[in-house]
């Protein structure tokens, strides 16, 4: 009977120890998981840190280097001319036909052709400035109309065909200043330049039938006639600033 019980006391004792055994290796294990998820913690804690370091100081480059865009909207005669060319011009990222300088809102084409809507017909140019600047626009703005003419370009008579520069900051109205004051100081036209420089207040989009007008319909009458002249002239010019060469 003691001998049984000794027995069963070492029975016992193995248990105990295997279960001591068992429990000391768990523990071991858990640590082990702890440290190794402590760490992998930190690692992405420190990688989303230095993802956001940099994404901010990409941030700041664009910013630093003049990564948006900008918009220049200008008013040269009949919208169809001017988009044609500004469409071609490497930089410039969209061209949309539109009117500005009125007093309605949201005129229809027809409203704005018969002159009493206070509009002219403009386009907006949507240009990156690291490859084209808003001066260069001006530049190409010049030579594809007439200045001199007021309420007029060549055969389109009416308030809706001025000339006109609608700024979007202070620095395109210091810029369009200046360009029409060395433009009018080296005397390339005979007769004053009648472009107005007026603040930025509303653009509405033309008609859809108006937007790339001369793209869609090249051989029409006015095209051929009109606009595919001033094309031609403005891509001898300015050819080193073509999309296509």
């Not at 993802?51 to 630093?64: C, G, I, L, T, Y």
Request: charged share 25%; with cysteine.
């Amino acid at each position: 009977m003691i001998f049984a019980l000794r027995l069963d006391n070492k029975k016992v004792m193995k248990r105990g120890d295997l279960m001591k055994s068992v429990l000391h290796t768990l523990v071991v294990i858990v640590s082990i998981f702890a440290v190794f998820s402590l760490a992998v913690v930190g690692d992405h804690s420190t990688a989303s840190a230095q993802e956001k370091e940099n994404k901010s100081d990409n941030a700041k480059d664009r910013k630093a280097k003049g990564g948006k865009n900008e918009i220049a909207t200008l008013a040269g005669g009949c919208f169809w001319c001017l988009e044609a060319v500004y469409n071609d011009l490497r930089g410039v990222e969209k061209v949309v036909s539109g009117y500005s300088g009125g007093h309605v809102v949201k005129p229809t084409y027809e409203q704005v052709t018969r002159g009493n809507t206070g509009h002219a017909e403009v386009v907006q140019v949507i240009f990156d400035p690291r490859v084209i600047t808003f001066q260069e626009l001006l530049e190409v703005f010049f030579t594809i109309h007439d200045p001199t003419t007021l309420n007029r370009q060549g055969p389109d008579v009416g308030p809706q065909y001025r000339s006109a520069i609608y700024y979007h900051s202070p620095e395109q109205k210091a810029v369009a200043d200046k360009t029409i004051a060395d433009i009018s100081a080296a005397k390339i036209w005979n007769n004053p330049i009648v472009t107005e420089v007026t603040k930025f207040e509303a653009f509405y989009p033309a008609e859809d039938y108006h937007q790339r007008y001369y793209e869609r319909n090249p051989n029409q009458r006015y095209c051929k006639m009109v606009i595919e002249p001033k094309v031609i002239k403005f891509r001898k010019q300015f050819f080193s600033k073509l999309k296509k060469q």
